[in-house]
């Protein structure tokens, strides 16, 4: 369907009770990316067609100073290699900013 035009995006995160959202979501990107997707392709249909879909691209989707800030900064770089999506190294929402030591009591109880 991708290779013929269709827009594909993501939407694992689901009131599931196993799954957790944002950790789907790199979940989804990576197999994405093993079946058809570039990694550009799959992070800016997590990002920028996904707000589009919505309507929401005003506000959400790319980085703009305008636009509400809520993104990740990796350690790495997932054009190179999807599976960076999973070296986070700050999370920005809501105006507030989270290193990765901040993140790592919030996260604890998502891993066990």
């Known amino acids: 369907m ?3 035009g269709a827009q594909i995006l993501p939407g694992t995160d689901t009131p599931n009770p196993f799954s957790f959202a944002g950790f ?10 093993q079946v ?3 990694p550009l392709v799959a992070v800016r ?22 636009k509400v800030a809520d993104l990740l900064i990796l ?9 960076n999506v999973d070296k986070i190294s ?3 929402t809501r105006g507030r900013v989270f290193t990765k030591e901040e993140l ?3 996260l604890q109880p998502a891993l066990e």
């Open 2 to 4: 991708h290779r013929g």
């Open 24 to 33: 789907v979501l790199h979940d989804e990107l990576k197999v994405l990316v």
């Open 36 to 38: 058809a997707f570039t």
């Open 45 to 66: 249909a997590a990002t920028r067609d996904s707000a589009r879909f919505m309507r929401l691209l005003d506000w959400y989707g790319t980085a703009k100073p305008w």
């Open 75 to 83: 350690d790495a770089d997932p054009l190179k290699d999807i599976n």
């Open 90 to 92: 700050i999370v920005v």
């Open 104 to 106: 790592q009591p919030l």
